[in-house]
């Protein structure tokens, strides 16, 4: 035992103990006084500092240092208690052995279970379509009007030149694998894929607001450059060309959800969207 | 102009918790703060005029003429019909000038710079007077009026269109091209306005028809208050979240821990 | 005096019925290393401590369900909104919940640090090749350890319902629907339905308070059983072998010792709680699907897929017809790839080290340049990796194009590791050369002549560094 500096050290140990005993009393006075987060804490960083150096110091100054040394034995039993071991083991298996019909049932008995107890799986989905008729559409259909998130049906002139407005089916506006956006830009520079003429309103297009990458919400919208950008992985999609990845991991085009106005003169979807929206899956289309 | 939003009895306590969120950046001066800063905005392109004294007398639209000849001009044309350099300012409306000017973002430093939030070249006055002139130019959207806004309705319309830009913490974010969304922390409730319904540069324009008036106060009031929330927890590291987290939890975390076993697995000799 | 004689008296009592004594007197007296790197482990343990006591207490305040509650505490911006119950009880935990916010932001520090000290720790085992037989059976158990962490912390940190978990949520609900033919119904059954459905929020705070730590807890018992009966490894040094273990006796030297490393893990993880603000859920917001926020990052232990997720070129192929998904590479081959080499990492590194015997004493890193080598690659490519996930917040800080950012990093990830596993490689070999020396005493020119020596030569070199091997059964 090295009693070199005794006296000093025992002081020193416990002058961080008494740190420990500020420390706690600050905690009890500052949690009775109201809740302040960063004095809490830092009551609490003295008193478990002052234990540590206490016992730091109590093991690096006051206690036996050694070395020590410790023989270990080999992580292998002696030959000798394997045969033992192993002649234990066979000497009443052989009705085990022999008995080949009821062990191979067995197997199948136990087999059999288990793969009855996978079934409850199942269960963990509980409601809703299977997966791919969930996935494969949306609540859009020929007719619906277009709701902005408080529920307020749209005119195309309710959304400025250069504006984005996130919006959804006619009472439907929790449902979120329908959500979609609409951007308003010059019509005359719009240049969709072929066939999607009737598609906009006074050059307000609509396109799904699901990533196509990782699912994401597409709310980013550069004004000047018609582009919309997932802000998760920084896709960019063209707006002008009927959303076509440009730039960033995203491999699909966003889904374009062809538009039209009512008799009322609000705007309605004029169908589905023509593909499966949001993050790819294991699908054919 | 906006009446004053915030309320007076919450700054003391505010001031108090930015010095308790200070203390670890004393204790512990350390790499994370290139990340953490924003880095200083260029020198101001004009001198500042000393401040005027406030009589809202109308502006002479004289002294904005006069102004524009200097400062804006060489861009924009003698009377706002633009050049290769700068866009035609006819029709913008006293609302952009008023944006472009009190933030800091016009006049450029050279032609090519990208806009962006500077100290204003011009006082106060002057900025009205340039606003006057430019908003005879042609007619154009005038400088919205901010009123009362509710706070917890501005915070669902914040996150909802806002957030993915400016982020949740109204620090701005990165765009593509090299562009990237301001903080919000250092604009003034008129600003704000202004941008939202202008839609200045990359960011998109919110009419009256998809945000009220009601709603643009609320997100205002919301933005407004984010400061006093943003850093309840301590040292806010930025407000960029889990990168900083993690840079801290290795260096701050590990860091000292190791440094304890380095001295614990020593034995004293 | 008192509590020895109780401490006494509680022995005798326990000895009388379960004749503990002689086990008693060998727990006191085992001998650990003195090696400052045989404490890593000791912080993981540690804060896996604190992580269960500052857990317990948040558990009285959270409520892990989506039904939507009206939030009526002291937080203005959020009084008299509604959003889940997970969400505004985070919130009231944070701010009405005296000392709440301190034991929820030691709670994710303690989780950042259980996690960072594995992988310190994982580094060690590696580096000095402690997994090598008798000792795979732990380096098994602490791998699993380290999945099941990360699986926790990402339960943890999504169960409180924000803006930002919510798109980490979002992610992973994507990268499981990207895997081919079982994605979708994996998918589907995890979440109860389409995301993000009601059920998750349950389902994830039940993994995360019960099965996964409980999973945890068990592998950290079998963990330390295994290590008091196989014993610890030790550095070659005087008077070290393979049948003996030199340092400090369990009783008292070391015990103190430790405690003073528990308590420093508790000043650590309590001084960052109150200090710095971590995951502040009420700035994020609720999640709404339609709503984001930027930038938005997973904590650093997923950030490395995050960040191969972000990297990945648009690719998406098809097989027999059917689409499969950009993020199936990235996001589910690249992580399984990782860990599949790690388990098997002990029969691989046989083709390093050469051979099946026992080992008790541990190569220094030097040892073996190749697997230096490895470990440099590894740090290099997952290091970059994390940096990657971070793009959009370089990109806005130090205001160069993001896309910039992501084609130079496609790159950079692929080709830096190389040359650091090179450069590595280099300096092991020179510092092998010279067994007393430090990385700070090389000279250039023994870096060089590395890379002249002929491999026969350097492989005769090895018996001289290395303990001798136990002959394998």
């Known amino acids: 035992m090295s009693g070199r500096g005794r006296p000093g050290t025992d002081r020193l140990v416990a002058a961080a103990f008494a740190l420990t005993v500020l420390g706690a009393v600050f905690f009890a006075a500052v949690y009775v006084l109201g809740n302040r987060t960063q004095l809490l804490g830092l009551a609490l960083f003295l008193a478990f500092a002052g234990l540590a150096a206490g016992f730091a110091v109590w093991a690096g100054r006051l206690l036996p240092q050694g070395p020590y040394v410790e023989e270990r034995e080999a992580m292998i039993s002696p030959p000798e208690a394997r045969r033992v071991f192993a002649s234990e083991l066979d000497r009443d298996q052989e009705p085990v052995v022999r008995a080949a019909l009821p062990r191979r049932m067995l197997m199948l008995a136990l087999g059999t279970l288990a793969v009855a107890f996978l079934f409850p799986i199942r269960s963990l989905l509980f409601s809703g379509p299977t997966p791919w008729r969930a996935l494969g559409r949306t609540a859009w259909r020929d007719g619906v009007r277009i709701v902005d998130a408080e529920g307020r049906p749209l005119r195309p002139s309710d959304i400025a030149r250069g504006g984005i407005v996130t919006v959804f089916p006619e009472g439907r506006v929790k449902d979120d694998h329908a959500m979609t956006v609409l951007v308003r830009v010059d019509p005359a520079r719009l240049a969709l894929p072929g066939g999607r003429g009737a598609w906009t309103v006074d050059g307000v297009v609509a396109y799904s607001k699901i990533c196509t990458h990782a699912g994401c919400p597409v709310a980013l919208y550069v004004q000047t450059a018609e582009q919309l950008v997932c802000p998760c992985h920084q896709s960019v999609f063209d707006v002008l060309k009927g959303a076509p990845p440009v730039a960033g991991p995203a491999a699909r085009p966003l889904p374009q959800l062809p538009i039209g106005v009512d008799a009322e003169g609000m705007l309605v979807a004029r169908g589905d969207f023509p593909a499966p929206v949001g993050p790819g899956y294991w699908r054919t289309t | ?269 | 005096m008192i509590t020895r004689w109780a401490v006494r008296r509680m022995l005798w009592w326990l000895d009388g019925r379960l004749r503990i004594a002689s086990v008693a007197r060998k727990a006191l007296a085992k001998v650990f290393p003195d090696h400052w790197t045989f404490m890593l482990g000791e912080i993981a343990l540690y804060a896996f401590v604190s992580l269960v006591a500052t857990g317990v207490f948040l558990t009285l305040f959270f409520e892990p369900s989506p039904a939507e509650t009206v939030y009526t505490g002291v937080y203005g911006p959020l009084r008299g909104a509604r959003a889940s119950a997970a969400y505004t009880s985070t919130v009231a935990l944070s701010w009405d919940v005296r000392a709440g916010l301190l034991m929820r932001q030691t709670h994710h520090w303690s989780a950042l640090v259980f996690l960072s000290a594995i992988v310190a720790h994982l580094s060690r085992i590696f580096l000095t090749a402690a997994f090598r037989k008798p000792r795979e059976p732990n380096w098994l158990i602490g791998l699993t350890m380290f999945l099941l962490g990360i699986a926790t912390g990402f339960a943890g940190y999504s169960v409180p319902d924000d803006l930002l978990s919510g798109t980490g949520l979002r992610i992973a609900s994507a990268t499981l629907l990207s895997v081919p033919v079982a994605g979708p119904w994996a998918g589907f059954l995890l979440f109860g339905g389409e995301f993000p459905g009601t059920s998750i929020i349950p389902r994830l705070y039940i993994l995360h308070v019960l099965l996964l730590p409980g999973a945890i807890a068990a592998l950290i018992g079998a963990h330390l059983a295994i290590l008091v009966r196989q014993k610890h490894s030790h550095f070659p040094g005087p008077g070290r072998n393979q049948d003996n273990v030199v340092g400090s006796k369990m009783w008292p030297t070391y015990a103190f010792r430790s405690l003073a490393l528990l308590c420093a893990v508790f000043a650590v993880t309590f001084g960052l709680g109150g200090l710095v603000q971590i995951n502040p859920v009420w700035v994020w917001g609720p999640f709404r699907p339609s709503a984001a926020t930027s930038p938005a990052q997973p904590d650093w232990f997923l950030a490395w897929v995050e960040g191969a997720l972000r990297l990945f070129p648009p690719v998406e192929f098809r097989v027999f017809g059917y689409l499969v998904p950009a993020p199936f590479l990235p996001g589910v081959v690249m992580p399984g790839l990782t860990f599949l080499v790690l388990y098997l990492w002990p029969w691989l590194d046989r083709r390093i080290s050469g051979g099946r015997g026992r080992h008790q004493v541990l190569d220094r890193p030097r040892d073996s340049p190749a697997r230096v080598a490895v470990w440099s690659w590894a740090v290099a490519f997952y290091g970059l990796l994390l940096l990657a996930s971070s793009d959009d917040v370089v990109a806005r800080y130090f205001e160069i194009p993001v896309f910039g950012i992501v084609r130079t990093m496609r790159a950079v990830v692929l080709v830096v590791p190389v040359l650091v596993a090179i450069v590595a490689y280099a300096l092991a070999k020179a510092l092998r050369a010279d067994p007393g020396a430090t990385l700070l005493d090389l000279r250039w020119r023994q870096v060089a002549a590395a890379f002249r020596r002929r491999r026969p030569e350097a492989r005769a070199e090895r018996p001289a560094a290395s303990g001798g091997e136990e002959a394998g059964a």
Not at chain 2, 31 to 46: D, N, Q, R, S
Not at chain 2, 85 to 101: I, R, W
Not at chain 2, 236 to 241: A, D, H, I, R, T
Request: overall charge positive.
């Open chain 2, 1 to 269: 102009m906006p009446p004053p939003t915030q309320r007076r009895t919450t700054a003391r306590r505010l001031a108090a918790r930015r010095i308790l969120a200070a203390a670890p950046l004393l204790a512990v001066p350390l790499l994370a703060v290139p990340l953490l800063t924003v880095p200083p905005a260029a020198p101001p392109a004009g001198p500042s005029a000393p401040a005027a004294s406030a009589a809202p007398s109308p502006a002479p639209i004289s002294r904005g003429r006069e102004l524009y000849g200097i400062s804006c001009a060489s861009c924009h044309g003698q009377r706002g019909e633009g050049t290769q350099y700068g866009p035609s300012l006819k029709g913008v409306g006293a609302a952009s000038a008023d944006f472009q000017l009190s933030t800091g973002r016009m006049p450029l430093p050279n032609p090519r710079a990208l806009p962006r939030r500077r100290e204003p070249a011009f006082s106060r006055r002057d900025i009205d007077a340039l606003v006057s002139y430019v908003a005879s130019f042609g007619p154009g959207p005038a400088v919205p009026a901010v009123g009362r806004g509710n706070v917890r309705q501005g915070l669902a319309i914040y996150l909802r269109d806002c957030a993915a830009c400016h982020s949740s913490t109204g620090e701005g974010g990165a765009l593509p091209a090299g562009r990237y969304a301001p903080s919000l922390t250092a604009s003034d409730p008129v600003q704000i306005a202004e941008a939202v319904r202008l839609g200045p540069g990359p960011m998109p324009k919110f009419g009256r028809g998809t945000l009220s008036d009601d709603a643009l106060n609320s997100v205002i009031a919301y933005i407004r208050s984010i400061p006093r929330t943003s850093g309840a927890g301590g040292w806010p590291l930025g407000g960029v979240g889990p990168v900083t987290e993690g840079a801290i939890a290795w260096v701050l975390g590990l860091g000292l821990l190791v440094l304890v076993i380095r001295a614990l697995g020593k034995r004293a000799r």
